[in-house]
T-cell receptor, first 115, second 115 residues
Framework: EPEVTQTPSHQVTQMGQEVILRCVPISNHLYFYWYRQILGQKVEFLVSFYNNEISEKSEIFDDQFSVERPDGSNFTLKIRSTKLEDSAMYFC?????????????FGEGSRLTVL | AQSVTQLGSHVSVSEGALVLLRCNYSSSVPPYLFWYVQYPNQGLQLLLKYTTGATLVKGINGFEAEFKKSETSFHLTKPSAHMSDAAEYFCAVSGRNNAGNMLTFGGGTRLMVKP
């Protein structure tokens, strides 16, 4: 069964360092997303991406964050200069079409720990 | 704008007992409603969804949920809990005018099943 894969599963970094989280969405999907979950808190929307550009982003997704689809398979989230409060589980998701009636397929998450 | 409230961050039931996980939402537009489950060290998996039509929806693993507009609720139930149901459950809402599939999640409810 097709699945969304994310790497790394866990990354520990020092505050101020750049981090890149990688995702391989399901191959025929067109819409891609990043969500995050700070430990003990809600899963929060960060950004959606369609047709090689950001379609929506939340207040959380400030200038420290960027997304990219560098090739036909990967979808990356970059945090330019990590802060302690960036420590969270980051989930990538994808869906074949828009229209918000479908199921988002989520990856297993990348846990980021900022020291 | 949408929001989701899940009453009870932890719910404990005995094996074979009824499972009831509560979800209330607010939405300025007619909602689409979802329940996702997260097993330990795994991603978010769709249990069931309400878009239009029948307000009682059935999902995987014997779960069902009923959309009650008058109560702005979408509670998740299962008649008889299994040990394998132990997981974290997330209710989510998406507005019908949101073509980008952006989900707003509740805080999650951790279900524990006692033998």
């Amino acid at each position: 069964e097709p699945e969304v894969t994310q790497t790394p599963s866990h990354q520990v970094t020092q505050m101020g360092q750049e981090v890149i989280l990688r995702c391989v969405p399901i191959s025929n999907h067109l819409y891609f997303y990043w969500y995050r979950q700070i430990l003990g808190q809600k899963v929060e929307f960060l950004v959606s991406f369609y047709n090689n550009e950001i379609s929506e982003k939340s207040e959380i997704f400030d200038d420290q964050f960027s997304v990219e689809r560098p090739d036909g398979s990967n979808f990356t989230l970059k945090i330019r200069s990590t802060k302690l409060e960036d420590s969270a589980m980051y989930f990538c998701a994808s869906i074949a079409v828009g229209g918000n009636t479908g199921e988002l397929f989520f990856g297993e998450g990348s846990r980021l720990t900022v020291l | 704008a949408q929001s989701v409230t899940q009453l009870g961050s932890h719910v404990s039931v005995s094996e074979g007992a009824l499972v009831l996980l509560r979800c209330n939402y607010s939405s300025s537009v007619p909602p689409y409603l979802f329940w996702y489950v997260q097993y330990p060290n795994q991603g978010l998996q769709l249990l069931l969804k309400y878009t239009t039509g029948a307000t009682l929806v059935k999902g995987i693993n014997g779960f069902e949920a009923e959309f009650k507009k008058s109560e702005t609720s979408f509670h998740l139930t299962k008649p008889s809990a299994h040990m394998s149901d132990a997981a974290e459950y997330f209710c989510a809402v998406s507005g019908r005018n949101n073509a980008g599939n952006m989900l707003t999640f509740g805080g999650g409810t951790r279900l524990m099943v006692k033998p």
